[in-house]
């Protein structure tokens, strides 16, 4: 039986438990319990679907708890990441065609929090109604949220951050929201020219190296680091008690 298995009650159990933890090499960053195995940040004992907003100013759940939201680029794999950090595979919905999560999708981890998954921003080939319809809806749930503690945002370690990506951490920082970068698919380029894309990234958006932590979905780097990052995130007071007018 794996950890997985373990943590989660039997009708969680029936899509995604099968198959290896994606997770289970990398132990670095968890503190370690006991000499066997290093204590997970995060346990995930309960998670449920709540639903998604799919207009601005549209349904939104009915809880007060903490939220966190996952915000990038199409394709960059926030739903990936997403799913690493609740270490379930086919959680949040994962696709090879970008623009697949086109709502803002909630979901709520053990009776604790709620993880924000939102629309990719800056995927061309989506018609321009549909891009258009976007920028509001993840503006609309900034308005309307009272719950949320931070944001996750997420750059491909591939590509430098586009204009979209530094208008979004403008966006965030006129808001003074906390936020925190994850740079995904680390897995993607080899370890030598690993550290020069971090650097370049890091110096294109002028943020401390401390906030920044690289991950990969598929070898599950990361993953301890980013659940402690949010761990200590949702016991933060809300970034804004009143919707914004
Ligand atoms: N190699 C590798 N591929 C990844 C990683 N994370 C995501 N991918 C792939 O990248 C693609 C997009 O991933 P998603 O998680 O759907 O990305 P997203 O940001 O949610 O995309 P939208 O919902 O369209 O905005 C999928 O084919 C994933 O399998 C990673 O860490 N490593
Ligand atoms: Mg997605």
Do not use: C
Not at 45 to 68: I, T, Y
Request: glycine share 6%; aromatic share 6%.
């Amino acid at each position: 039986m794996s950890r997985e298995d373990r943590d989660v009650p039997p009708h969680h159990t029936a899509t995604d438990s099968s198959g290896a933890d994606p997770t289970a090499a990398d132990s670095s960053a968890a503190e370690v319990a006991s000499p066997e195995r290093p204590r997970d940040p995060l346990v995930i004992r309960d998670l449920a679907f709540l639903g998604g907003m799919a207009v601005k100013g549209g349904w939104r759940p009915d809880s007060s708890l903490p939220e966190v939201a996952f915000i990038g680029r199409s394709n960059v794999g926030k739903s990936s990441l997403l799913n690493l950090l609740v270490r379930r595979k086919a959680f949040a919905r994962v696709s090879r065609t970008p623009g697949r999560t086109q709502e803002v999708n909630f979901f709520q981890v053990n009776q604790d929090f709620i993880l924000v998954d939102l629309p990719g921003y800056g995927y061309a080939k989506v018609s321009k109604t549909k891009r258009h319809s976007w920028q509001p809806l993840i503006e609309g749930y900034m308005r309307m949220t009272t719950q949320l503690r931070g944001i996750v945002l997420l750059l491909d370690i591939r590509r430098d951050p586009n204009a979209e990506d530094l208008a979004m951490l403008d966006y965030l920082a006129d808001l003074e929201v906390p936020t925190l970068v994850v740079i995904t698919k680390v897995d993607k380029v080899g370890t030598a020219e690993r550290r020069a894309r971090l650097d370049a990234i890091v110096r294109a958006i002028a943020v401390d190296e401390g906030q920044v932590i690289s991950s990969s979905a598929h070898t599950g780097a990361g993953r301890d680091e980013l659940a402690t990052a949010v761990a200590e995130l949702v016991t933060q007071p809300a970034w804004r008690r009143e919707p914004a007018p």
